[in-house]
């Protein structure tokens, strides 16, 4: 065992001595090549691949049309920066992504290369859009580590030390069903929680100065939780009340995850703003920005973009991943698989009382682990031995929520049956071993 790993550990050992330890260590998995669902290892070794990049490679891992697509635009140019030259990968992306993603009659969008860079431009084309500054994120949450975005991020840890932060930035906390529930049914607790939101506008922010309210419907590193569907049309409509603009950030949730383009589609509530990334471009850097016209067009020329808005070679890996999604049906595929992780997790939780909640959309699924069945008492330790054994037997998983306590899966959604059987059993076997 040891012979067999001494590359990936030496790659490892080379990354320590060079890479700066700020950069995060989730998995100490190593890759040589992948394809579809599986990663193989600087030793050789296959690995099934529950974490997808973070939620990057929906699509699966190099597929062919997408590989094609960036060789044949790299033959072509690499750049020209889009403010300086325009070229027709750009416009015909935000074309393609104004029709899966519909913003009322008109949709405008603008590209970028980050999720972090498409929520710091969400946020300035509100504020220019309603000439307001205040801005109000959740609890839980996690939108980048630029400055604005580590502002409306929840996670301290993520924050330590690079304060101070961007001023007029307000949190309520997320309503988290399964946390905070106490005695109350849900729509008891949708109730009181939307009170809180109305009652913030006389103890927290002045409507009147307050542009955007930006929320995961579905927060990723927050731990896989589902807005629920009335307070996020409750919020919807406070928004309209006070003239605010709602931002969803689709992140780690768009592009065939949840079973659709985005989940907000799933809710049925449309956002005056939408932020995408990650699956958008199959791990080519490309973000995007989507709005209705009026809202987008209130951004003032040169305020918004950047040099490396759009890359040529990144819009056409975006364009031939969308094609792909349609042409693979991926949006019923997230259906599919989501029913069966959630059915092995329901089954485990019936067994396991260490598995406090299962929940998730689509095949954006979470399985929460704590104490003593108690939802408040989180067990990020019991977590992570799950997850280092899952790696030793060649599944690579990652953890999500505040406390490090959500084992998340992100699966490619081309994975087969036979490995997803197998990674669940992987899973599960492990499961068994650490709570005895």
């Known amino acids: 065992m040891i012979d067999q790993q001494t590359k990936s550990t030496e790659l490892l050992e080379r990354r320590r001595k060079v890479v700066a330890n700020g950069v995060g260590v989730f998995n100490t998995a190593t890759a040589r090549e992948a394809k579809g669902a599986l990663i193989i290892d600087a030793d ?25 697509a960036i060789r044949d635009q790299a033959g072509k140019y690499l750049h020209t920066s889009f403010n300086v030259v325009t ?41 220019q859009a309603t000439k307001k500054q205040a801005i109000v994120s959740f609890t839980g949450a996690f939108h980048g580590r630029t400055m604005m975005a580590m502002t409306l991020t929840s996670k301290v840890k993520y924050k330590q030390g690079c304060g101070p932060f961007a001023p007029e930035v307000y949190q ?28 913030s506008m006389h103890n927290l922010v002045d409507p009147d100065n307050l542009a955007a309210v930006i929320m995961e419907p579905i927060q990723g590193e927050g731990g896989f939780n589902p807005v629920p569907q009335k307070y996020l049309e409750g919020l919807r409509g406070f928004c309209d009340q006070h003239g605010v603009m709602l931002i969803l950030d689709e992140i780690q949730s768009g592009f065939a995850r ?14 005056d703003i939408s932020t995408y990334a990650k699956s958008l471009g199959s791990g080519m850097p490309i973000a995007a920005v989507l709005g209705r016209a009026a809202i987008m ?6 305020t918004i973009g950047g040099t490396y808005i759009g890359n040529p070679v990144c819009c056409a890996a975006a364009l031939a991943t969308i094609q792909y999604i349609k042409d693979h049906n991926l949006n019923n595929r997230a259906v599919e698989i989501g029913a069966i992780i959630s059915a092995r997790f329901q089954k485990l939780k019936r ?23 108690d939802p408040r008492k989180p067990d990020g330790d019991l977590c992570a031995k799950i997850i280092r054994g899952c790696a030793e037997d060649g599944l690579v998983l990652l953890s999500a929520g505040t406390f490090k306590n959500v084992i998340r899966v992100l699966c490619p959604l081309v994975i087969s049956e036979t490995q997803l059987k197998k990674g669940l059993d992987i899973l599960e076997n492990q499961l068994e071993k650490t709570t005895g």
């Not at 099934?48 to 490679?57: K, L, R, S």
């Not at 009322?104 to 300035?124: C, D, P, Q, R």
């Not at 067009?297 to 040169?302: I, K, N, Q, S």
């Not at 067994?351 to 069945?373: F, P, T, W, Y």
């Open 172 to 199: 309520l906390p997320f309503p988290n069903y399964y946390r905070y529930q106490g005695s109350r049914t849900l729509d008891e607790f949708v109730e009181w929680e939307l009170k809180r939101l109305r009652e």
């Open 351 to 373: 067994k396991h009382s260490q598995i406090g909640d299962v929940r998730g959309i689509g095949a954006m699924i979470g399985l929460e682990l704590v104490k003593e069945n």
């Open 87 to 127: 070229y027709e990968p750009y416009v015909q992306l935000c074309e393609a992504l104004a029709e899966i993603l519909p913003h009322g009659k008109e949709t405008k969008a603008m590209l970028v290369s980050t999720g972090a860079e498409a929520v710091e431009n969400a946020i300035k084309i509100a504020r």
């Open 258 to 271: 949840t079973g659709h383009w985005a989940s907000w589609q799933h809710y049925n509530v449309q956002p």
């Open 297 to 302: 067009d209130a951004a003032a020329p040169g």
């Open 44 to 68: 050789g070794r296959e690995l099934i691949d529950f974490a997808g990049g973070i939620g990057v490679v929906n699509a699966g891992h190099c597929p062919d049309p997408v590989v094609e």
